[in-house]
């Protein structure tokens, strides 16, 4: 796994647990008989995943030329459509 997607990963998570950091401690400040049902909690945001590198894609697909899951010809076209051409 390169650098990039180990970085991007952990970034991720580390979202993802400040946002559930910050909403328990929110949960915990409202008192008990005020709390609201389970249909009235907030939206919480959805995060759409970082786009991918091409130079990850077209490691990823070489990887699976070598090992022959790839033909040349569908090697050429996923590459092709990774560099967006």
């Not at 915990?28 to 249909?39: F, G, K, T, V």
């Not at 909690?41 to 030329?65: F, G, N, R, S, W």
Request: no cysteine.
């Amino acid at each position: 796994m390169g650098f990039r997607r180990r970085t991007r990963r952990r970034a991720l998570i580390a979202g993802a647990a400040v946002a559930h950091h910050e909403y328990k401690k929110q949960a915990e400040q409202q008192p008990a008989d005020d709390q609201a049902p389970a249909d009235d909690y907030p939206e919480q945001t959805q995060y759409a995943p970082p786009p991918v590198d091409p130079a990850d894609e077209i490691e990823h697909l070489a990887q699976l030329h070598a090992s022959g899951a790839l033909t040349d010809e569908e090697f050429a076209a996923a590459k092709a459509k990774a560099l967006g051409s």
